[in-house]
Every structure is written in structure tokens, then in C-alpha cells.
């Protein structure tokens, strides 16, 4: 746009949770690839508390590769978290956040990158496919995503968390203290001058995905509850319909009353009892839930506890940088 092609660092950041194998062939690839269109980058690993030879894969890759680095976190802390960490540790004018396992053709930071330097500050990656996955997947994703598009004002359906945000955009996310960041919204959520890059979603040719049917549904349920309150409403809305038809039902039995026909309906007092108690606990479930949303932001623990850390360089100069 207005200035001239300016040439910066790039900062790769690349969640990693059980990923032995995918990180050795990530670090190879990416550096290849940046290597050989002369992007200056450097490429950051967070592994997110993994069980397996993780750890050990990213301290290979970056005594191999000056520009890899790798932060590793106590526990597994989720990947956003991993996300943000990264994102903290980069020290690009840029940044790309991708999967680890590749699944997001990392031919299209390139392009991300090129349209970093035409002036955009924010590059989506968006899903033109969502890759192989069963028809209730699909359809429970469609569910989400039609909820938290109506939350955030924003088409989320095609988002992923493949992205490119300038400088200026990662620090504006760096500096928001909500625990439960919710990436993939909260880098559209921020504006800034926005570009979109289509992708196709790779067949994961390493390991397997970590999401399981219980995770997903967390994933779902906080990330929507993050960015709504509509769920609060619901008891608003349910206390309203329960009141019409208690209207209904006191007119009712008045009319009982006066034409002399009471006594009878035993079943509907159970009935009612039965409903109204049932009401009334969806509805304290719902205030509970976002009243532990509060307790959880309002004690301020960290997003994620970082153990480790690795770069190219030596134990000693290790050593002194963590002091
Ligand atoms: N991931 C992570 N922490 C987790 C789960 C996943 O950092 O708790 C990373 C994982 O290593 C990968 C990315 O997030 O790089 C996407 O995960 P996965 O491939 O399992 O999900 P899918 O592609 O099936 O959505
Ligand atoms: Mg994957």
C-alpha cells in the first residue's frame, strides 16, 4: 500500500502438544521454505506439556537451527495458552501462529507474509475445506460456530487459528488479561487493517488429533460462555415463559374454583413442582457457571507456567537468562 515493501522478522509460532514426530519435519519444513524466499524468521515451538519426546524433539531442532526455539509449559495448560505464549516469545515485527502437525500448509505463510508487506496488520487464514471429519463433527462445529459468529458479530465459520498478525496486533492481544482467551475470535475481535488467504485443511500425516469428544465440548461451552452472556438471557427467557403459563394455569384454576370443580389435579401440582424446580436449577447451573468465570479471572493465575526453555545457544547463557 502506501510504503515501500518493508522486509522484517517473521516469528513462526507453532503450538505443540504429544508431537515428537511433527516437530522435526515442521522445523525442517518452515525453515526451508522461509529460507529459500529470503523471509528473515525465527521459529517458535511451545510445547504444551507433552507426554511423549516432544521436549527433546525441539531441544534437536534447535541445537540443529540457530532461528528454532522452544518454551516448554509445567503441564498441559491447552493450546490456547500455547498460542499466547508463543505469541510472548516472539520477537518478530510479525507473527504466524500454525499448527504443529501442519495441517495448515505453511506455502501460505508466504503469501500471508506478502500481504503483511503490502500494509495489512491482520492475515486469516481461512478454511475453504474442513479436511476429513464424521457428519456429527461437523454438524456440532456448525453449532458452535453459528453461536459464537452471532457472540463476536463475526463470520466464524470458515476461521482457524492460522494466522498472521503484525506487531501492533500481537501486542494489542498480549495486553488483554482475560484468562479464557479465545484466539481464533479475539485476533478478528481487535479489527486492524484485515486480509484473507484460503486454505485447504492437510490430512495430519503424523500422530493423531488431541481432541476428544469431552474436550471439544469444553472448548465449546468456554469459549462461547468468553465472549456471551446470552446464555443469562436463556434464565430471563425461561423465567418469562414459565410466568405465562402460570398466568394460564391460575386462570384456570380459579375458573375451577368459582364453577365449584377444585380438588382435583393432584398430578398437575407434581407436574408444576417438577418443572418449575427444574427451571430453577438450569437456571442456577447457568448463573453458577458464569459466576466460576468470574472466580477464575478475579484470582488472576497465570494463563500458563512455563518450565523450560531452549534456544541455540549454550547452558551456561541459559543459566544467567534465567536468573
Ligand atoms: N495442541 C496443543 N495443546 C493441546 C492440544 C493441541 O498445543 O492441548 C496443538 C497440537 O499440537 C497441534 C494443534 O494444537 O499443533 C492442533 O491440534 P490437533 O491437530 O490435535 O487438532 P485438530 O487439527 O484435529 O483440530
Ligand atoms: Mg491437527
Not at 205 to 234: C, D, H, M
Request: charged share 20%; hydrophobic share 45%; net charge neutral.
Amino acid at each position: 500500500m502506501q510504503e515501500k515493501q518493508k522486509t522484517g522478522l517473521l516469528s513462526v509460532v507453532l503450538p505443540a502438544y504429544c508431537e515428537e514426530a511433527s516437530v522435526p519435519r515442521a522445523a525442517q519444513v518452515i525453515g526451508r521454505l522461509l529460507a529459500g524466499e529470503a523471509i528473515p524468521h525465527e521459529i517458535i515451538f511451545v510445547d504444551d506439556g507433552s507426554k511423549d519426546g516432544t521436549w527433546a524433539a525441539i531441544q534437536g531442532q534447535t541445537a540443529r537451527f540457530p532461528q528454532v526455539r522452544g518454551v516448554r509449559f509445567s503441564r498441559n495448560f491447552g493450546k490456547e495458552a500455547a498460542i499466547f505464549a508463543g505469541l510472548a516469545q516472539a520477537r518478530g515485527d510479525c507473527a504466524v501462529v500454525l499448527d504443529c502437525d501442519l495441517q495448515h500448509p505453511p506455502e501460505k505463510i508466504v503469501e500471508m507474509y506478502r500481504l503483511w508487506q503490502e500494509g495489512y496488520q491482520v492475515v486469516e487464514g481461512v478454511k475453504t475445506s474442513r479436511g476429513k471429519e464424521s457428519p456429527l463433527h461437523t454438524l456440532a462445529a456448525k453449532t458452535f460456530y453459528s453461536i459464537i459468529s452471532n457472540a463476536t458479530g463475526i463470520d466464524m465459520s470458515r476461521a482457524s487459528d492460522f494466522k498472521l498478525l503484525d506487531r501492533r496486533a500481537v501486542d494489542t492481544l498480549l495486553a488483554m488479561r482475560e484468562k479464557n482467551a479465545f484466539f481464533r475470535a479475539l485476533s478478528s475481535w481487535i479489527g486492524f487493517q484485515t486480509a484473507q488467504v484460503e486454505f485447504e485443511v492437510q490430512p495430519r500425516l503424523e500422530g493423531e488429533s488431541k481432541w476428544s469428544l469431552r474436550s471439544l465440548i469444553r472448548y465449546a461451552v468456554t469459549n462461547i460462555t468468553s465472549f456471551s452472556a446470552a446464555p443469562l438471557q436463556i434464565v430471563t427467557l425461561l423465567g418469562v415463559v414459565v410466568f405465562l403459563c402460570s398466568v394460564v394455569l391460575g386462570i384456570w384454576s380459579l375458573w375451577q374454583k368459582v364453577t365449584g370443580q377444585a380438588l382435583e389435579g393432584f398430578t398437575t401440582v407434581i407436574l408444576l413442582q417438577l418443572f418449575i424446580g427444574s427451571i430453577l436449577m438450569i437456571c442456577l447451573g447457568i448463573i453458577g457457571y458464569y459466576i466460576a468465570k468470574i472466580y477464575e479471572e478475579i484470582k488472576d493465575r497465570p494463563r500458563y507456567i512455563v518450565a523450560d526453555r531452549c534456544e541455540g545457544q549454550t547452558h551456561e547463557e541459559q543459566a544467567e537468562k534465567d536468573l
